[in-house]
C-alpha cells in the first residue's frame, strides 16, 4: 500500500485500530502516517521524540513514517535545536506546498472560491455576488472559477491538488421570501444534487458539507479552537449559523444539524418572541440600510471593507448582541462550554463591536445557576465557511478526525 494511500481505498485487510494509541501494523500505516501529520499541523512543530510521546507510537516507527512523509515533501526540517543533551532535535513542519485544495463558499447573496494550501492560508480567490443563488449560475461559477485559477497554476501544483470543499447552506429553497427572490425562482434548488454535478464538470473528488459547519470546523482547526475543547460556535452570515463542539470534535447529531442554533427562540426589542436569525443576521442590516436610504450592496462586495454606516449599523449591533446573549445563555444552561465564538462575514471591527456588545448585554441577564462561557472572536474572519470546505478533502486524504487526534493525545499524556 502506498505511504499516504487512503485505507478506504484498499479493499483488503480490515483496519484494525488500538484505540490506546498508535499502532504498528503494517496494515495501518496510512492511519500512523495520518496520525503523525495530524500532530505537527496541530502543534505547528515537532521533534520525532515529541512525536513518539504523543502519538503512543515507537522511535523506530515514527522514525520511518517521518522519513516517508519528508520524501514525499509533506513534511519540511526546521533550523535544528541545540542547548540540550545529547543530538540537537530537529522539529518538523507541514510544507505548505505540498497540498492545495479548493473550497466553495455559498451564500444567500454571494459564493467564493479559494485555493488553500496545507496549513490553512488562502493562495487565491474569487468573489461573485448576486441577489438570489440559483443553480445555474452557482454551477457557472465554480466550474469556470476552477477553469481560471488552474491557469495561474504550475503543472506540479495541479498534481497536488486534493480535491474541492463546498460549504453551502442545507435547503435554499426556504429562504426566497427573506433574500428577496421572485416566487418559484428558487424551487431550482429542490432536488438538486449540488455534490454530484459539481463532481460530473470537474476531475477532482468533491466533498460537501453544511456551511455553517464548515466555519466551525475551520475555527476549530486553524482558529481559536485548540484552546477550547467544548465551545459554542455562532456565524453570522446573511443568516446566522452555527456549530457544537464537544470534546474537541464537531458534534452534527443524529440527522447532522445539531447547534444550527438559527431557528433558537429570543426576545426580540419590544419583547415578541423571535428566531435568533430573524435578529442576528446580515440580511437583517440591509433592511436596517435600505431604510435608512443606504445602498446596502456594498456590505456583499467585500466582506473586509465595511464602512461605518452609523446609527444603522450601531442599531443592528446593539439588536443582534442582546440576541447573541441570549442565545449564549441558553446553550451554557443545556452544556457549560468554554467558550463561546463569534465570528461573522464581516471587517474584524465589527466583529469586535459585537463581541464587547454581547459580553455586555450577557451582564444584564439574569445569570443565577449559568456558569457562563468565555465570551470571545472568532480567529477565522470572513472565509471561516470557504476554508472550512477546503478542508474537507486535506483531512478527507491526509489528516484524522479532531476526535480520534486528541483522544491518541490525551491517552499519550496520561490525562
Known amino acids: 500500500m502506498s505511504p499516504l494511500q487512503d485505507p478506504a481505498d484498499t479493499p483488503t485487510s480490515p483496519?484494525?485500530?488500538?484505540?490506546s494509541g498508535g499502532a504498528n501494523q503494517v496494515r495501518v500505516r496510512a492511519h500512523n502516517e495520518r496520525l503523525v501529520l495530524s500532530l505537527v499541523r496541530r502543534h505547528g512543530a515537532l521533534s520525532k521524540a515529541e512525536i513518539a510521546r504523543r502519538s503512543g507510537l515507537s522511535a523506530q516507527t515514527v522514525s520511518v513514517i517521518m522519513r516517508a512523509l519528508e520524501k514525499d515533501g509533506l513534511l519540511s526540517r526546521g533550523a535544528p535545536?541545540?542547548?540540550r543533551v545529547g543530538q540537537p532535535s530537529i522539529p518538523m513542519r507541514l510544507n505548505p506546498d505540498a497540498v492545495l485544495s479548493f473550497g466553495v463558499k455559498i451564500g444567500r447573496r454571494s459564493a467564493d472560491l479559494v485555493l488553500m494550501d496545507f496549513v490553512g492560508r488562502i493562495r487565491m480567490q474569487l468573489h461573485q455576488i448576486y441577489p438570489y443563488p440559483l443553480p445555474q449560475d452557482i454551477m457557472s461559477f465554480v466550474t469556470l472559477g476552477i477553469q481560471e485559477l488552474e491557469t495561474r497554476l504550475t503543472s506540479d501544483e495541479r498534481r497536488r491538488l486534493a480535491?474541492?470543499?463546498i460549504a453551502a447552506p442545507f435547503e435554499l429553497w426556504n429562504w426566497a421570501e427573506e433574500v428577496g427572490a421572485p416566487e418559484g425562482a428558487m424551487e431550482a434548488w429542490r432536488g438538486f444534487d449540488l455534490q454530484a454535478e459539481v463532481a460530473a464538470r470537474v476531475p477532482y473528488l468533491v466533498y460537501l458539507q453544511n456551511d455553517a459547519t464548515s466555519a466551525c470546523g475551520a475555527e476549530l482547526v486553524f482558529g481559536v479552537g485548540p484552546r477550547y475543547p467544548d465551545f459554542v460556535y455562532l456565524f453570522i452570515g446573511s443568516f446566522l449559523g452555527g456549530g457544537i463542539v464537544l470534546n474537541s470534535s464537531i458534534f452534527v447529531g443524529r440527522t447532522g444539524t445539531a447547534g444550527a442554533?438559527?431557528?433558537l427562540p429570543v426576545r426580540g426589542r419590544n419583547g415578541e418572541t423571535r428566531q435568533l436569525l430573524d435578529i442576528a443576521s446580515i440580511y437583517v442590516?440591509?433592511?436596517y440600510l435600505r431604510e435608512a436610504g443606504f445602498d446596502p450592496r456594498p456590505l456583499w462586495y467585500s466582506a473586509d471593507n465595511w464602512i461605518d454606516f452609523g446609527a444603522p449599523l450601531e442599531t443592528w449591533i446593539q439588536d443582534t448582541a442582546k440576541a447573541l446573549a441570549q442565545a449564549i445563555v441558553a446553550?451554557?444552561?443545556i452544556i457549560d462550554f468554554s467558550a463561546a465564538i463569534i465570528d461573522g462575514g464581516f471587517p474584524d471591527w465589527v466583529r469586535q463591536r459585537v463581541v464587547r456588545a454581547t459580553i455586555k448585554a450577557a451582564s444584564d441577564l439574569d445569570l443565577q445557576g449559568v456558569v457562563m462561557?468565555?465570551?470571545i472572536e472568532g480567529a477565522v474572519g470572513p472565509q471561516a465557511r470557504a476554508i472550512g470546505g477546503a478542508s474537507l478533502p486535506i483531512?478527507?486524504?491526509y489528516l484524522i478526525d479532531q476526535n480520534i487526534l486528541f483522544k491518541e493525545i490525551d491517552h499519550a499524556e496520561g490525562h
Request: charged fraction near 20%.
Open 15 to 19: 483496519l484494525i485500530l488500538d484505540p
Open 81 to 83: 535545536v541545540r542547548g
Open 163 to 165: 480535491g474541492i470543499g
Open 261 to 263: 442554533l438559527g431557528p
Open 285 to 287: 442590516l440591509e433592511n
Open 331 to 333: 446553550a451554557a444552561s
Open 373 to 375: 462561557p468565555e465570551i
Open 395 to 397: 483531512f478527507a486524504r
